[in-house]
């Protein structure tokens, strides 16, 4: 059991800021100490019980404070808007659809549902705990965090929403009926346009909590995978086997993180930039030299080719941090080397009679940390061994992908992605449906298979004739 001083200690930060919202949520006003205190042990409770915990158990807290700084400073600002907006013109259009869509598209649905019902009862607490109030700002945020999660499109944000503004419409004219008051359309009407109007402050201000915060929506990581954006611009000028490469990387992962339930357009888009720092000296790849180019690792030690190819981890985080890309973006890039051994240049050493450790050839890592990374970097050997594949069937697909998959994960390089085994099967599944559809014209089926889709056919056609 933890002492008070030690309470105090650990937790002075969320002491504090659960103090400020409860001072903001009755602002300009200043309560009374006793209304306070009520005010402060009932969002206190909440805020333990509900939200600060989940700090420990959503993995992008973990790994970035910036997400911590974002709930926190979006919470804040979320209760100081509320609180004007809904002391000015009235509870019916306060905007818990900025915050509580902030939060759902930038961080998580889940994390974004704890602070619904924080902003709620802050809310409830500023209007003298009505139960009415409590439940119509419940209901609107909650319908909020679920439309907002997903959303990937400007339009998918207008849908969510005029859904949140039907939602809340409804829940007045309830309201109305509940308590016996008359309807007044223009209430009514507000309490509709309300969503409306929020949905597109917070396209507005999107893009500057992305870039202070380099947490980035959906809708905003699809822009950043275009072709027109500078790195990959470059990367398809300077390497074009490269450029290739990540979009199969892309294809690859993108698939498998959907099936998963993994975040596809982040995977998607960090498959793109995953290799931006081979931009810098694009001949030393493979993908890059071609069957007649000469290959310049033929006349250097195993080691120095070594740093060099590990080198593009270095080049492409600094491009990525210069950029200012997206920090899971900026994630991928030395986690989807992890921290794998390069065989070839190890075994190369051991040839030539060097006492070169397997360690010398080591990619310097971290691990992947998240599931999209990890995918990522199963999707990166996968095509890099397929493409030496000379007769691909899609049982030797199987086959190849298997035998990486697995092997990277025996290698321990998965064990902190938060990838199940479960998850690593039906990645594999996944990445050979997809190189099955990709290498259609290189693929050789075996005799039995053709004479079997062919009777397949004959019997198909003959039940319908
Ligand atoms: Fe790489
Ligand atoms: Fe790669």
Not at 147 to 155: A, P, W, Y
Not at 162 to 173: A, D, L, M, Q, Y
Not at 180 to 201: D, E, M, Q, R, Y
Not at 252 to 265: H, S
């Amino acid at each position: 059991m933890k002492s008070p001083s030690d309470l105090i200690k650990n937790y002075w930060v969320d002491l504090l800021f659960v103090a400020v919202t409860v001072a903001l949520a009755r602002y300009p006003e200043i309560p009374g100490f006793l209304p306070f205190i009520n005010g402060f042990l009932i969002s206190f409770l909440v805020w333990f019980s509900l939200v600060r915990h989940s700090f420990e158990s959503t993995p992008v807290f973990s790994l970035h404070n910036s997400y911590k700084y974002l709930a926190y400073t979006s919470t804040i600002a979320g209760t100081l808007i509320i609180r004007l907006v809904s002391r000015e013109l009235g509870g019916h259009v306060a905007p818990f659809f900025l915050p509580i869509a902030l939060i759902s598209m930038l961080i998580s649905k889940e994390f974004a549902l704890r602070i619904a019902v924080f902003l709620s009862v802050l809310y409830a607490y500023s209007t003298g705990f009505s139960m009415v109030d409590f439940g119509f700002a419940l209901a609107s945020s909650v319908v909020t965090a679920i439309s907002t999660h997903d959303v990937s499109r400007r339009l998918d944000l207008a849908r969510s929403a005029i859904f949140v503004s039907v939602v809340s419409g409804i829940f007045f004219v309830f309201q109305s009926l509940l308590i016996g008051k008359p309807l007044n359309v223009i209430i009514l009407g507000s309490t509709f346009i309300a969503p409306l109007i929020w949905s597109i402050v917070t396209v507005g201000i999107l893009p500057y909590v992305e870039y202070a915060s380099m947490i980035y929506s959906n809708i905003d990581l699809m822009e950043l995978g275009n072709l027109n954006n500078p790195l990959l611009k470059n990367l398809s000028l300077k390497a074009p086997g490269t450029y290739y490469h990540s979009t199969i990387v892309a294809n690859l992962a993108e698939a498998a993180a959907q099936k998963i339930g993994a975040n596809a357009v982040l995977t998607r888009v960090a498959s793109y930039f995953h290799d931006i720092g081979k931009a810098k000296r694009p001949y030393f790849y493979t993908e890059n030299i071609g069957d007649d180019d000469p290959n310049p690792h033929d006349e250097l030690a195993p080691k120095l080719s070594h740093l060099i190819i590990q080198d593009h981890v270095k080049t492409g985080l600094e491009m990525a941090k210069k950029h200012r890309l997206p920090l899971l973006i900026q994630d991928v890039i030395p986690q989807h080397h992890g921290t794998r051994v390069q065989k070839y240049f190890y075994h190369k050493s051991k040839g030539a009679g060097e006492k070169l450790s397997e360690s010398e050839f080591q990619y310097s890592g971290p691990k992947p940390q998240f599931k999209e990374a990890g995918i990522i970097m199963l999707a990166d050997s996968v095509e890099a061994a397929v493409r030496s594949l000379k007769k691909p069937t899609p049982s030797r697909l199987k086959n190849l992908v298997q035998e990486i998959v697995f092997s990277i994960y025996n290698e321990g390089e998965l064990d902190e992605s938060g990838l199940t085994l479960r998850d690593l099967e039906i990645i594999i599944e996944e990445f050979t449906k997809v190189l099955v559809s990709m290498m259609k014209s290189r693929i050789e089926y075996p005799k039995e298979e053709i004479k079997g889709v062919i009777k397949y056919a004959q019997n198909s056609s003959d039940k319908q004739n």
